[in-house]
């Protein structure tokens, strides 16, 4: 049975998962996952700062539209 790992994410969330994914997350994305929870003051610059969208989304994403509707495409007049 695959080893499992607990990996933590910038914005305070863990996961555990298998060492080869918990490693490949580190690796490729070391800005958002580490062994080690990161610090207070980097997860809350992480919520204000715009490049992480999955935590700083705009508020048409959370205003009730549907996942097939872009909340940005303007509706074709008739």
């Not at 990161?38 to 997860?43: H, L, N, V, Y």
Request: glycine share 4%; hydrophobic share 35%; proline share 12%.
């Amino acid at each position: 049975m695959p080893v499992q790992v607990t990996i933590h994410r910038i914005n305070g969330e863990a996961a555990t998962m298998t060492g080869l994914d918990a490693r490949q997350a580190v690796q490729n994305h070391p800005k958002e996952w580490s062994y080690e929870p990161f610090p207070p003051e980097a997860r809350k610059a992480a919520l204000n700062d715009p490049l992480f969208v999955p935590y700083n989304k705009p508020e048409a994403y959370t205003s009730g539209h549907s996942a097939m509707q872009h909340p940005f495409t303007v509706a074709a007049e008739s």
